[in-house]
């Protein structure tokens, strides 16, 4: 469980110090990431690359999604394809910036952390010839950073993230359209990571589901404790960015806990939707130790993938 009352959070990208906090993000990054996490992309994803190889007979165990369906149909037993190890790995992230994301009430913005989500991927991601490329959704327009490799590459792809342009209050995210952006054309097999906070009803699935199927995936869900527990400070305007709409309330006992209630129910719902998609989970606080968290995540894929062993 996240410490919370440890809370280490990324550095603001609002206070007109940009620069200095890029380097503070940057240094805090390696320097806690290094050490507790070794070897290339350890903790995101498990092993062997794509490459399409021979085909073999399917073992209990096997990943369906290796079936070689011509192979099977011909000799009428169940084959996978073997894959041969890349040396490369691509990257490509889905980065959600959407007015909800613009909203905070611990010791950074959600933006700032879902900025500081794609810095540690990169950084765990880099080296031997890898690419990380991003598409950066604000519901008014979709950023696109081709995958390049190297850090002067992902230094310059976190700053033009970091000063992406805010969309105006009222506009509505599409996280929807935003993968299906990445899902075609086809790319060649590579690990895909989608930073949101996976607020509304999950219209997304569908188009994650269609990703997994090709890419190794994994969803980086940010929160904030006030979208899951509401205070008790009297009244309060609750406003919803994405639309505009406010709402003046009195945070009684009932309201706070049917609030609780909803909140719970639907971040439940994001869960199931996203182990329907396969892809891993990972979720980040505004209030938690988040570089903690990562490695926490990171680790325990590991002894999963080892067999519980290390």
Same mark, same amino acid.
């Given at each position: 469980?996240?410490?919370?009352? /440890?809370a280490?959070?990324?550095?603001?990208?609002?206070?007109g /110090?940009?620069?200095?906090? !890029?380097? =503070?993000?940057? #240094?805090?990054? +390696?320097?806690r990431l290094?050490g @507790?996490? %070794? &070897?290339?992309?350890l903790?995101?994803?498990?092993?062997?690359?794509?490459?399409a190889?021979?085909?073999?007979?399917?073992?209990?165990?096997?990943d369906? /999604?290796?079936?070689?369906?011509?192979?099977?149909?011909?000799? =009428?037993?169940?084959?996978v394809?073997?894959?041969?190890?890349d040396?490369?790995?691509?990257?490509?992230?889905?980065l959600?910036?959407? *007015?909800?994301?613009?909203? &905070? $009430?611990a010791?950074?913005?959600k933006?700032?952390l879902?900025?500081?989500?794609?810095a540690?991927?990169?950084?765990? $991601?880099?080296? &031997?010839?890898?690419?990380?490329?991003? !598409?950066?959704?604000?519901?008014e327009?979709?950023?696109?950073? *081709? *995958?390049?490799?190297?850090?002067?590459h992902?230094?310059? #792809?976190? +700053?033009?993230?970091? %000063?992406t342009?805010?969309?105006a209050?009222?506009? +509505?995210?599409?996280?929807?359209?935003?993968?299906? %952006?990445?899902?075609?054309?086809?790319r060649? +097999?590579? !690990?895909?990571?989608?930073?949101?906070?996976?607020l509304?009803?999950?219209e997304?699935?569908?188009?994650?589901?269609? #990703?997994s199927?090709r890419?190794? #995936?994994?969803?980086?869900?940010?929160?904030?404790?006030?979208?899951?527990?509401?205070p008790?400070?009297?009244t309060?305007?609750?406003?919803?960015?994405?639309t505009?709409? %406010?709402r003046e309330?009195?945070t009684?006992p !009932?309201l706070?806990?049917e609030?609780?209630?909803?909140?719970?129910?639907?971040r439940?719902?994001?869960?199931?939707?996203l182990?329907?998609?396969?892809?891993?989970? @990972?979720?980040?606080?505004t209030?938690?130790?988040?570089i903690?968290?990562?490695? /926490?995540?990171?680790?325990?894929?590991k002894?999963?993938?080892?067999?519980?062993?290390?």
């Amino acid at each position: 469980m996240p410490d919370h009352g /440890r809370a280490v959070h990324p550095p603001s990208l609002r206070d007109g /110090r940009l620069e200095a906090a !890029l380097r =503070t993000l940057e #240094l805090t990054v +390696r320097g806690r990431l290094d050490g @507790l996490l %070794q &070897g290339n992309h350890l903790g995101l994803v498990p092993g062997p690359g794509s490459e399409a190889g021979e085909a073999r007979p399917y073992l209990a165990g096997d990943d369906v /999604r290796r079936m070689d369906w011509a192979v099977t149909a011909r000799t =009428t037993e169940p084959h996978v394809r073997e894959t041969i190890a890349d040396r490369e790995l691509e990257t490509w992230v889905v980065l959600d910036l959407s *007015p909800s994301l613009d909203f &905070g $009430t611990a010791g950074c913005e959600k933006r700032d952390l879902a900025v500081a989500a794609l810095a540690a991927v990169a950084h765990l $991601t880099r080296g &031997g010839g890898n690419r990380i490329g991003a !598409l950066v959704a604000t519901g008014e327009r979709t950023h696109r950073f *081709p *995958p390049r490799g190297g850090i002067g590459h992902a230094r310059t #792809l976190i +700053r033009q993230v970091a %000063q992406t342009p805010r969309a105006a209050e009222g506009t +509505r995210g599409d996280l929807t359209a935003a993968i299906e %952006q990445l899902r075609r054309p086809p790319r060649r +097999r590579g !690990l895909a990571v989608v930073i949101s906070d996976f607020l509304g009803e999950p219209e997304w699935e569908r188009a994650l589901r269609g #990703l997994s199927a090709r890419h190794d #995936l994994l969803a980086v869900e940010v929160l904030d404790p006030r979208e899951l527990d509401l205070p008790d400070v009297g009244t309060v305007v609750l406003a919803d960015p994405e639309t505009g709409e %406010q709402r003046e309330v009195e945070t009684t006992p !009932l309201l706070r806990r049917e609030y609780a209630a909803a909140a719970s129910a639907h971040r439940d719902r994001v869960a199931t939707a996203l182990r329907r998609t396969g892809a891993a989970h @990972l979720r980040l606080r505004t209030d938690s130790d988040w570089i903690a968290d990562i490695v /926490r995540f990171a680790l325990t894929r590991k002894r999963a993938w080892s067999g519980g062993a290390g």
